[in-house]
Nanobody, 123 residues
Framework: QVQLVESGGGLVQAGGSLRLSCAASGRTFSLYAMGWFRQAPGKEREFVAAISRSGGYTNYPDSVKGRFTISRDNAKNTVNLEMNSLKPEDTAVYYC????????????????WGQGTQVTVSS
């Protein structure tokens, strides 16, 4: 089992920045690829970013590429999401997830999920 707890969400104006963090406990953190997803009201869960076990590879959708950066610290069992140039359409609940196999963009590939943290971007 892996327990994931997100933090760092909040209210920010458009153009601003936020840094989300996800703390992992349980099984060895470095065995898992990590991802961030988001879900806005009335919408499906959307892939935001993923990072390989070592941190050497990352993956982003076009909607956040160049604005968001995912990173991890295997010594501290944390994964972070730096979000810059935020837009109102980035408003959602952001979830951290762990995958035993691959840093996938598909939510069904992830085995463990956090409870989510709200990000609200005002215009």
């Amino acid at each position: 089992q892996v327990q994931l707890v997100e933090s760092g969400g909040g209210l920010v104006q458009a153009g601003g920045s936020l840094r989300l963090s996800c703390a992992a406990s349980g099984r060895t953190f470095s065995l898992y690829a990590m991802g961030w997803f988001r879900q806005a009201p009335g919408k499906e869960r959307e892939f935001v970013a993923a990072i390989s076990r070592s941190g050497g590879y990352t993956n982003y959708p076009d909607s956040v590429k160049g604005r968001f950066t995912i990173s991890r610290d295997n010594a501290k069992n944390t994964v972070n999401l730096e979000m810059n140039s935020l837009k109102p359409e980035d408003t959602a609940v952001y979830y951290c997830a762990a995958a035993a196999r691959y840093y996938s963009s598909r939510a069904e590939e992830y085995d463990y999920w956090g409870q989510g943290t709200q990000v609200t971007v005002s215009s």
